[in-house]
Nanobody
């Protein structure tokens, strides 16, 4: 399995930007896709963005055009660049690694968008 550590959350004003990082360690060769999820208070966890081992990316409709997922293979790190943040983006953001035989989660990082 892999271990995941997120960082980069914080408090930002509407319209601002943040970049989340997810550092992976362990059996990273087995990962099929890396995902960012988020969970707002009282809501279900939702998939925000995916990057596959082949580099294909996808986004939830609510973040298309504002968020960008990327990776640095040399650093075993996946990023989520979040621009033009809105109050409704406030949530705990979780990094997820999906492989054939397991599904690993990070501890989460809080993102709060408020004036």
């Amino acid at each position: 399995q892999v271990q995941l550590v997120e960082s980069g959350g914080g408090l930002v004003q509407p319209g601002g930007s943040l970049r989340l990082s997810c550092a992976a360690s362990g059996s990273i060769f087995s990962i099929n896709a890396m995902n960012w999820y988020r969970q707002a208070p009282g809501k279900q966890r939702e998939l925000v963005s995916t990057i596959t081992s082949g580099g294909t990316t996808s986004y939830a409709d609510s973040v298309k055009g504002r968020f960008t997922i990327s990776r640095d293979n040399a650093k075993n790190t996946v990023y989520l660049q979040m621009n033009n943040l809105k109050p409704e983006d406030t949530a705990v953001y979780y990094c997820n690694a999906r492989a054939t035989s397991y599904n690993s989660w990070g501890q989460g990082t809080q993102v709060t968008v408020s004036s």
